[in-house]
């Protein structure tokens, strides 16, 4: 899904095991084996610099998941949403809407 130029990986087609472009499971592989992705992280929005990423291993007391952004040159994280429901308001859903 491209939301305001911002791409956001996700399941396609019913299918959460896609390997293609765009797709969640496929964008987390290729992190993997081009950037030495940690295993824990899932991507949710591809970057050639800075991706973002639901940390699985992160999870609150209702089980809702941190979004950290992966610093593909350093290799370190930081926490950029509590969860994917704020991370989507705060960094993709604001590019998108309409100027008052």
């Not at 491209?2 to 095991?17: F, M």
């Not at 496929?26 to 970057?47: H, Y």
């Not at 639901?54 to 950290?68: F, R, T, W, Y």
Request: aromatic residues 8%; glycine residues 8%; negative net charge.
């Amino acid at each position: 899904m491209n939301l305001g130029g911002i791409e956001v990986a996700g399941i396609i087609d019913g299918d959460a095991l896609d390997l293609s472009g765009g797709s969640a499971y496929g964008e987390t592989m290729r992190a993997r084996d081009d950037f030495a992705l940690p295993p824990t992280l899932l991507v949710i929005q591809p970057d050639g610099d800075a991706p973002h990423y639901i940390d699985l291993a992160s999870p609150d007391s209702s089980g809702e998941m941190a979004v950290v952004c992966f610093q593909l040159n350093t290799k370190s994280t930081r926490a950029v949403a509590q969860d994917f429901e704020h991370w989507l308001c705060e960094w993709v859903l604001p590019v998108d809407a309409p100027e008052a």
